[in-house]
Nanobody, 121 residues
Framework: QVQLMESGGGLVQAGGSLTLSCVAS????????MGWYRQAPEKERELVAG???????DYADFAKGRFTISRDNAKTTVSLQMNNLKPEDTAIYYC???????????????WGQGTQVTVSS
């Protein structure tokens, strides 16, 4: 099992910045991916950004140019720097981790509890 603990959400005015952090513990494989998803009220959960343990990144179009994902050297913490926040970024942000198992299959994703981000206009 993997445990994910998020922090850093809050209330910010439009144009402001927030940094989200997520610390992973437990059965973390050497090759994995960690990332951030978000879910706004009455909307589907969507990918914000992801990063593999090898450094490959992926961003949603709305995040490109405004958000930056990073991981620490131990690969157990993932952060999301969010700049120029907009009211439409308001959502619960979830940290996720997927392990690459021996044999090449992916584990089911592990999820954090989520952290609320609210951007006021």
């Amino acid at each position: 099992q993997v445990q994910l603990m998020e922090s850093g959400g809050g209330l910010v005015q439009a144009g402001g910045s927030l940094t989200l952090s997520c610390v992973a513990s437990g059965s973390i494989y050497s090759i994995n991916a960690m990332g951030w998803y978000r879910q706004a009220p009455e909307k589907e959960r969507e990918l914000v950004a992801g990063m593999t343990s090898r450094g490959t990144t992926d961003y949603a179009d709305f995040a490109k140019g405004r958000f930056t994902i990073s991981r620490d050297n131990a690969k157990t913490t993932v952060s999301l720097q969010m700049n120029n926040l907009k009211p439409e970024d308001t959502a619960i942000y979830y940290c996720a981790l997927v392990n690459l198992r021996d044999g090449g299959s992916l584990s089911d994703p592990f999820w954090g509890q989520g952290t609320q981000v609210t951007v006021s206009s």
